[in-house]
């Protein structure tokens, strides 16, 4: 995924996936799951697998544990308003993902300051 977009963990494991230039009967039998299985999630007719599940793919597709985490952490919290956002950043460097994070973080916080000013109707600068 090249932008900014609402996460779909269909799309994403198909990408990845299509990425490794591994076919969904490869995927079935790495991840010990049916071609079946694989198919309808990606699809979108299955959503949710569980986390042990998704660990068996991502074992399979070699997806880094961070990402793992991140999408386990989404997928059991479906049914919460998550503003999760999925970025490409291959080809950058760690300190690199390190400092985008730093950013991410940093602007929350202002963000949550912002909520806190409106909350007192005070008026942020």
């Known amino acids: 995924m ?4 609402e996460f779909n963990l269909a799309a994403y494991i198909k990408q990845i996936r ?3 230039n ?8 790495l991840a ?11 699809s979108g007719k299955r ?3 569980s986390q042990k599940t998704f660990k068996k793919i991502a074992v399979a597709l070699s997806i880094p544990t961070i990402d793992v985490v991140k999408v386990t952490n989404f997928s059991s ?12 950043v291959s080809g950058l ?3 690199d993902i390190q400092h985008i994070e730093s950013q991410i973080e940093l602007l929350k916080i202002k963000n949550k300051y912002k909520e806190i000013c409106k909350a007192n109707g005070r008026i942020f600068e």
């Open 47 to 49: 959503k949710n697998p």
């Open 77 to 88: 919290d479906a049914n919460s308003d998550n503003n999760l956002k999925v970025f490409d």
């Open 32 to 42: 010990d799951l049916t071609v079946s299985y694989i198919s309808q999630l990606e």
């Open 93 to 95: 460097e760690s300190q």
């Open 22 to 29: 591994i076919t969904q009967s490869k995927l079935a039998e």
């Open 2 to 5: 090249s932008k900014t977009e």
């Open 18 to 20: 299509i990425n490794r």
